[in-house]
């Protein structure tokens, strides 16, 4: 069906791995435009190994084989459509994950951004999942104006948006409650003052009244303009070479004059972007548009 030999761990996903056959890749091809069609979901964009990966995954959930079967079951059973979606986007995430972007952030990004007095300030973390991210750009404005208490009168100019093409996960995000997981890499004083209780540990109000959630299609809606800071970490690596690009030029668009880009440890800008941008920390990819 496939050539190349299969580890015996992968066998139990058979057509996640290893190249298709004429009839398998023409099925996959067609379940593509099906959930294009139906859900609005640009396949086409995502790596195709990745991809396949993912499908692969509700196709042995759902007991079928075949693409063209589990295309069958989409049309039969359209609430697996959101299962599906949510097994193709990467939805996992921590507050302050990988303390060393957070670190150059607050110790170089955040005052400079505090500086320009911007009315309003804008902040984006695009691919929010939990709203994880989001919040920990709002805790570090709050810790540095001052703590839950201030009264910095720029406190009331910042907006924090988050957006994620997963409704389930932008529940999540609203509701504010998080598992030990979620804080694993938070550091113990910040979340001795940011979260009350413990599983879940719920975020405190002052940090959630400067985000806004909502749901937002990279490759397809409009992106929000004026960005003085734009969060997009380990999401673009999932797109093809092209679809990055294209993002890549469209956050260049959405940055007011200044603005700042950080993106995954493993991601880096390239194509007609890259020339917008100077980097502010190589290794943590962090950009300042030029």
């Given at each position: 069906m496939r050539s190349g030999r299969l580890q015996p761990w992968l066998t139990a996903l058979p057509l996640a791995y290893g190249d298709l056959d004429e009839a398998d890749a023409r099925e996959l091809q067609a379940l593509k435009r099906q959930v294009q069609?139906?859900?609005?979901?640009?396949?086409?964009?995502?790596?195709?190994?990745?991809?396949r990966r993912r499908i692969a995954v509700r196709m042995r959930a759902r007991g079928v084989h075949r693409y063209a079967d589990?295309?069958?079951?989409?049309?039969?059973?359209?609430?697996e459509y959101e299962r599906l979606l949510a097994a193709i986007v990467i939805n996992v995430s921590k507050f302050f994950r990988n303390a060393e972007v957070w670190k150059v952030l607050g110790e170089r990004v955040?005052?400079?951004?505090?500086?320009?007095?911007?009315?309003?300030?804008?902040?984006?973390?695009?691919?929010?999942?939990g709203g994880e991210e989001a919040y920990s750009v709002a805790i570090m404005l709050l810790e540095a104006l001052g703590g839950a208490e201030?009264?910095?009168?720029?406190?009331?100019?910042?907006?924090?948006?988050?957006?994620?093409i997963d409704e389930e996960s932008l529940e999540v995000a609203r509701r504010g409650e998080y598992t030990?997981?979620?804080?694993?890499e938070t550091p113990p004083?910040?979340?001795?003052?940011w979260f009350t209780g413990e599983k879940p540990w719920r975020l405190r109000p002052e940090p959630r009244r400067l985000v806004e959630f909502r749901a937002l299609d990279l490759m397809r809606d409009p992106f929000p303009q004026g960005q003085h800071l734009i969060l997009c970490?380990?999401?673009?690596?999932?797109?093809?070479?092209?679809?990055?690009?294209?993002?890549?030029?469209?956050?260049?668009?959405?940055?007011?004059?200044?603005?700042?880009?950080?993106?995954?440890?493993?991601?880096?800008i390239f194509g007609p972007a890259a020339a917008s941008f100077r980097q502010i920390a190589s290794r943590e990819r962090i950009y300042q548009l030029a």
């Amino acid at each position: 069906m496939r050539s190349g030999r299969l580890q015996p761990w992968l066998t139990a996903l058979p057509l996640a791995y290893g190249d298709l056959d004429e009839a398998d890749a023409r099925e996959l091809q067609a379940l593509k435009r099906q959930v294009q069609e139906d859900s609005g979901l640009r396949c086409d964009g995502y790596k195709e190994k990745c991809l396949r990966r993912r499908i692969a995954v509700r196709m042995r959930a759902r007991g079928v084989h075949r693409y063209a079967d589990y295309a069958a079951l989409l049309r039969a059973d359209p609430a697996e459509y959101e299962r599906l979606l949510a097994a193709i986007v990467i939805n996992v995430s921590k507050f302050f994950r990988n303390a060393e972007v957070w670190k150059v952030l607050g110790e170089r990004v955040v005052p400079a951004l505090l500086e320009l007095n911007a009315q309003p300030l804008r902040i984006w973390s695009a691919g929010t999942a939990g709203g994880e991210e989001a919040y920990s750009v709002a805790i570090m404005l709050l810790e540095a104006l001052g703590g839950a208490e201030s009264r910095d009168p720029r406190l009331s100019q910042i907006q924090v948006l988050g957006t994620d093409i997963d409704e389930e996960s932008l529940e999540v995000a609203r509701r504010g409650e998080y598992t030990d997981l979620a804080l694993s890499e938070t550091p113990p004083e910040l979340r001795a003052r940011w979260f009350t209780g413990e599983k879940p540990w719920r975020l405190r109000p002052e940090p959630r009244r400067l985000v806004e959630f909502r749901a937002l299609d990279l490759m397809r809606d409009p992106f929000p303009q004026g960005q003085h800071l734009i969060l997009c970490r380990n999401v673009i690596i999932y797109f093809e070479r092209a679809v990055q690009e294209e993002l890549f030029l469209r956050f260049r668009d959405a940055l007011a004059p200044g603005g700042y880009l950080v993106l995954g440890k493993v991601e880096t800008i390239f194509g007609p972007a890259a020339a917008s941008f100077r980097q502010i920390a190589s290794r943590e990819r962090i950009y300042q548009l030029a």
